[in-house]
């Protein structure tokens, strides 16, 4: 397959620090109908803004960041508490604007970012996702109705999710710059149900995701929920983001 070479452009955005265009294979086909969707067998130039992964950083099922380090993501497995939220999660209330001036390069800034996420939501939901003084969250999994991450389309959002120590969201369906710049990060698994889950769980509830079988468990009512299947954007976030993926399978240089 014919490779492009890295085309980087220093200093695109406050957040990260190069746009680079790596080749990507055309059959890299996201979960949702609405996301970017491939089925040539041919290759394509795409373009993600985004940052490098940060070094050092294992993930299971609860950590900064979502790929798993020692399995494929077919078999990876998330188990913990879930944090409920309903449609249209904007990403100002994911992460207010506020705190965009956090750079996620600088681990202390990461780790406050982290601290913020979901710190938007109306005075309706009276429990927090990160508690006050706290900079980690004791939710492993976000579960959410229609159109989540909508908005504006700032990478902020996956990264704060990310750095809160989430490892998934699962909603009915995502505003596609979420779902996107989830993949390109590699910091969250947007996971997409089959029914209503807010609907269906509360916060507080432990559940299971098992990627493999495309399920969800909730240990607290008994019951099961199946998943869409993540599809080849599995590969990216476990790889922990574009960049990883593409040092991984050769598209640019390896450090």
């Given at each position: 397959m014919h490779q492009?070479?890295?085309?980087?452009?220093?200093g695109t955005m406050a957040l990260f620090s190069a746009t680079t265009f790596v080749t990507v294979p055309r059959n890299l086909a996201f979960a949702s109908s609405n996301k970017l969707s491939f089925s040539s067998s041919s290759s394509r130039l795409l373009s993600f803004t985004t940052s490098q992964p940060n070094p050092g950083i294992s993930v299971t099922f609860h950590t900064p960041r979502a790929h798993a380090p020692s399995s494929s993501s077919s078999s990876a497995t998330f188990h913990g508490l879930c944090y409920v939220v309903g449609d249209n999660i904007d990403t100002d209330q994911i992460i207010p604007a506020e705190y965009l001036t956090l750079v996620p390069s600088k681990p202390d800034e990461y780790?406050?970012?982290g601290s913020y996420a979901l710190v938007g939501l109306p005075a309706t939901y009276s429990t927090r996702f990160v508690d006050a003084g706290e900079t980690k969250t004791k939710y492993a999994i976000v579960i959410g109705g229609a159109n989540f991450g909508c908005g504006s389309s700032r990478e902020h959002a996956p990264v704060a999710l990310g750095a809160s120590g989430a490892a998934a969201v699962v909603a009915e369906s995502y505003a596609r710059i979420f779902f996107r710049n989830s993949v390109a990060t590699g910091e969250v698994y947007p996971l997409e149900s089959?029914?209503?889950?807010?609907?269906?769980?509360?916060?507080?509830?432990?559940?299971?995701?098992?990627?493999?079988?495309?399920?969800?468990?909730?240990?607290t009512t008994g019951k099961e929920y199946r998943l869409k299947p993540i599809g080849d954007a599995g590969p990216v976030i476990e790889a922990g983001g574009?960049?990883?993926?593409a040092r991984k399978t050769g598209m640019i240089p390896s450090r």
């Open positions: 492009h070479p890295p085309i980087v452009k220093e780790e406050k970012l089959e029914s209503r889950l807010c609907e269906e769980c509360r916060t507080g509830d432990v559940v299971t995701i098992e990627l493999g079988e495309s399920r969800l468990i909730n240990h574009i960049f990883a993926y």
